[in-house]
Nanobody, 126 residues
């Protein structure tokens, strides 16, 4: 495992959580970092991504306006600030890194990413 996530937990609906993902120097040449999530019995789905060079961000429609992805270049870390959480957001959240920058139309494709973390559980209670 090359990426390490933290910040998951249990929160009530309407609450907030902030996830962090550290990338070791081995992956410091990555061009895009992203967050995906997988709910119980569901396929892994794209949540958000950020281009390392210029901070261009991308979001899935389901989280747009509620989640914010950001990065700290010096710490080689990406964050996911999650506000107004809903029970439907319950999932294992994983971060991913791509060495080669995928075009915008492939930002949400799992196959665009080479490195993955183990994931962190986020549970939103109603």
């Amino acid at each position: 495992v090359l990426l390490s996530e933290s910040g998951g937990g249990v929160v009530q609906a309407g609450g907030s959580l902030r996830l962090s993902c550290g990338a070791p120097a081995r992956t410091s040449g990555h061009s895009v970092m992203a967050w995906f999530r997988q709910g119980a019995g569901k396929e892994r789905e794209f949540v958000a991504a950020i281009r390392w060079s210029d901070s261009t961000t991308y979001y899935s429609d389901s989280v747009k306006g509620r989640f914010t992805i950001s990065r700290d270049i010096t710490a080689n870390t990406v964050f996911l600030q999650m506000n107004s959480l809903e029970p439907e957001d319950t999932a294992v959240y994983s971060c991913a890194a791509a060495l080669a920058g995928p075009p915008s139309r492939l930002i949400g494709a799992k196959n665009s990413y080479t490195f993955w973390g183990q994931g962190t559980q986020v549970t939103v209670s109603s």
